[in-house]
T-cell receptor, first 112, second 113 residues
Framework: GNSVTQMEGPVTLSEEAFLTINCTYT??????LFWYVQYPGEGLQLLLK?????DKGSNKGFEATYRKETTSFHLEKGSVQVSDSAVYFC???????????FGAGTTVTVRA | DTAVSQTPKYLVTQMGNDKSIKCEQN?????MYWYKQDSKKFLKIMFS???????INETVPNRFSPKSPDKAHLNLHINSLELGDSAVYFC????????????FGDGTRLSIL
């Protein structure tokens, strides 16, 4: 089956620090990969996606590259802000899967 | 212009009661989902529907009964609520099921007293 392993948190950073959240996956078939973000008290928002090997998804200064050889999709941001404090979820789905398989989520807190 | 809307946002009720959560999407998607998020933030699929037909029922107790009257709606009815049902329930939708991003509602926070 499909599964996602995500770096455990919580992660606490200072503003303007570099953020990396590791994500690796196992999948039957060819997956599409996603990062979702959940701000406090809110629902999940799609942050970025990649649908094939070597694709780079990017949004709001965040980036992640689909690495088939290492089955990874690590999330990075070069300079975080307090407003980036949230829970980040790595997820995947495959053709005819009809569900997202999520990692456990990583709580990120950015301090001023 | 809300894409996926679910009601109510908060639901506080007593053990043993029956309650419903409604979900509607205006994105024209043909696939809808219910997910449960537990107190540790872990998200797990409960049900998925494609064109009003049940595709996934992920070992959910039969006290939970989803109903999809049309492609734009997927409601969740829960009978005989138990303490362990306390969670946040998210509705989502996508186009054509697999390999597509899913769009989520804001969640319904269910608390059982």
């Amino acid at each position: 089956g499909n599964s996602v392993t995500q770096m455990e948190g919580p992660v606490t950073l200072s503003e303007e620090a570099f953020l990396t959240i590791n994500c690796t996956y196992t999948a039957t078939g060819y997956p599409s990969l996603f990062w979702y973000v959940q701000y406090p008290g809110e629902g999940l928002q799609l942050l970025l996606k990649a649908t094939k090997a070597d694709d780079k998804g990017s949004n709001k200064g965040f980036e992640a590259t689909y690495r088939k050889e290492t089955t990874s999709f690590h999330l990075e941001k070069g300079s975080v802000q307090v407003s980036d404090s949230a829970v980040y979820f790595c997820a995947l789905t495959t053709t005819n899967d009809y569900k997202l398989s999520f990692g456990a989520g990583t709580t990120v807190t950015v301090r001023a | 212009d809300t894409a996926v809307s679910q009601t109510p946002k908060y639901l506080v009720t007593q053990m043993g009661n029956d309650k419903s959560i409604k979900c509607e999407q205006n994105l024209g998607h043909d696939t809808m989902y219910w997910y449960k998020q537990d107190s540790k933030k872990f998200l797990k699929i409960m049900f998925s529907y494609n064109n009003k037909e049940l595709i996934i029922n992920e070992t959910v107790p039969n006290r939970f009964s989803p109903k999809s009257p049309d492609k734009a709606h997927l409601n969740l009815h829960i009978n005989s609520l138990e303490l362990g049902d306390s969670a946040v329930y998210f509705c989502a939708s996508s186009q054509n099921g697999g390999n597509q991003p899913q769009h989520f509602g804001d969640g319904t926070r269910l608390s059982i007293l």
